[in-house]
């Protein structure tokens, strides 16, 4: 293979180098796309117009990836799993040009990976692209009725998910939400530290187009049109986070007062954990428990970059944590997860997920509310939540917690209607029965969030 690092800035293209190098890194290499992304396309230096192309490569292929992989199984004379990774990635990359990037044509599409096989690999390697290819044009091969779920990028065990949990026309919608490209990113502005509005007329005479949030005060859409967000003097300042509005949500459902004593567990990379010291105004004890060392690292480093002192970081399990101090007025259980909520974001996810994984996660989740409710003091209250939508991980699990675990004495799940921005209420009346009920499950075909579960659970004696 090609020494790719000193043969980069010879690429005919640079974009498509760059998302050919990214989609290696996650399909080959497990890497996630958004941390990927963020080296590989700061390190090539793209312009802004091609840094979205690449990035639009990158997560176009990933999510059209069950669908890519069957259409390249009918045209390619090997099995899939027996194409050279390089190969196999620029065959992938170039599938989605072919079928679903429709600025791109025909010509290009197969011009442009040959190329790109030519740069990786070698000259016989660019030969069995261009072959793969042009028997796919010629082919054009259709998705039959029973893989239906390749239609919408789904692998078939998603899309049946889906439509046991909600019907089938709540499956389609919800997958076509997943493909639907977001225009804007979702910021956090520190209102210790800035106006959100300040920020968005700042941006709009610096040319970027910015909204303020669709229902908190403290959050702001803004178009990056291709730029790195850590370009931003705004990022680089500590005035702005990237976290979407759902998760931002979970910080309010929590509603701490100030000096309260909080931990919020499993808390890297410290969106939350932040969020809760920023709406207090750096004025509560906040510990951060997380069990990656590395990860924790992350926590500290959102922290110092936010200029925040009230938050201590703890390296530790959060299935085993316990404390001889005080209790804690306010625990966050924030728990792993399947992530089918955020596919829109990280479409890594539909290919790592699995049936068993779920099952496993489920049985740590169960694990980490039943230790997080011993941590909680009378009166206080704990906060469940996750980046899913599978009704078994969310309402499922407080059911049972308070059904069944042994250390639901005193619990109890209780109206959160007050502690929800009035435009999220009055947009859906799911939303109001929900909260009535101390949960709500955020829907990106209805909320136009990440999909995601909040519950307020809170210890009567």
Not at 40 to 57: C, M, V
Not at 93 to 117: C, M, N, P, R, Y
Not at 223 to 241: C, E, Y
Not at 268 to 285: C, F, N, R, V, Y
Request: hydrophobic share 40%; with cysteine.
């Amino acid at each position: 293979m090609a020494d790719v690092k000193n043969k980069r800035k010879f690429a005919s293209d640079p974009a498509r180098a760059a998302a050919a190098r990214l989609l290696h890194s996650v399909l080959e290499e497990g890497a996630y796309s958004n941390l990927s992304s963020l080296k590989i396309l700061d390190e090539d230096r793209l312009d802004s117009r091609d840094r979205a192309f690449a990035s639009a490569s990158v997560y176009g292929t990933i999510s059209w990836l069950p669908m890519i992989d069957w259409q390249i199984e009918k045209v390619s004379s090997k099995p899939l799993e027996q194409i050279d990774p390089w190969i196999r990635t620029i065959l992938r990359f170039g599938i989605w040009q072919l079928t679903k990037a429709h600025s791109v044509t025909e010509a290009a599409a197969v011009d442009e990976s040959v190329k790109l096989a030519r740069f990786f690999a070698h000259e016989g390697a660019a030969s069995y692209v261009n072959a793969v290819l042009r028997s796919w044009l010629r082919a054009k091969p259709q998705i039959p009725r029973k893989l239906e779920a390749l239609n919408y990028g789904l692998p078939t065990w998603l899309f049946g998910s889906l439509k046991k949990w909600y019907g089938y026309d709540r499956a389609v919608s919800l997958a076509e939400a997943y493909l639907e490209p977001k225009p804007w990113t979702s910021l956090r502005v520190n209102t210790m530290l800035a106006d959100p509005a300040d920020l968005i007329h700042e941006w709009s005479e610096d040319g970027l187009e910015a909204e303020p949030g669709s229902y908190l005060p403290e959050a702001v859409h803004l178009k990056l049109a291709g730029n790195s967000l850590r370009d931003l003097i705004a990022w680089q300042d500590g005035l702005v986070t990237a976290q979407d509005e759902a998760a931002m949500l979970t910080s309010h459902v929590a509603c701490p007062n100030k000096n309260d004593r909080i931990i919020d567990l499993c808390a890297a990379p410290g969106g939350k954990t932040t969020h809760l010291a920023e709406l207090m105004s750096d004025t509560a004890k906040i510990t951060a428990l997380e069990l990656q060392p590395h990860r924790a690292q992350l926590i500290q480093e959102q922290a110092e970059r936010l200029k925040l002192k009230s938050i201590n970081i703890v390296v530790g399990d959060a299935a085993e944590f316990s404390t001889s101090e005080e209790l804690y007025d306010i625990v966050v259980a924030d728990v792993p997860c399947s992530g089918l909520g955020l596919l829109g974001r990280k479409p890594e996810i539909r290919l790592n997920m699995d049936y068993d994984r779920i099952q496993e996660l489920i049985t740590l989740q169960r694990s980490i509310l039943n230790n997080a409710s011993k941590l909680v003091k009378a009166g206080g209250s704990l906060i469940y939540s996750t980046c899913t939508i599978n009704p078994e991980e969310n309402q499922d699990q407080i059911k049972w917690f308070l059904e069944e675990s042994e250390n639901s004495d005193g619990f109890a799940a209780v109206d959160i209607t007050n502690k929800l921005p009035q435009e999220l209420l009055t947009a859906d009346a799911d939303i109001v029965n929900q909260a009535k009920n101390g949960y709500i499950q955020l829907m990106p075909d209805r909320q136009s969030t990440d999909g995601f579960f909040i519950a307020r659970l809170e210890k009567i004696k």
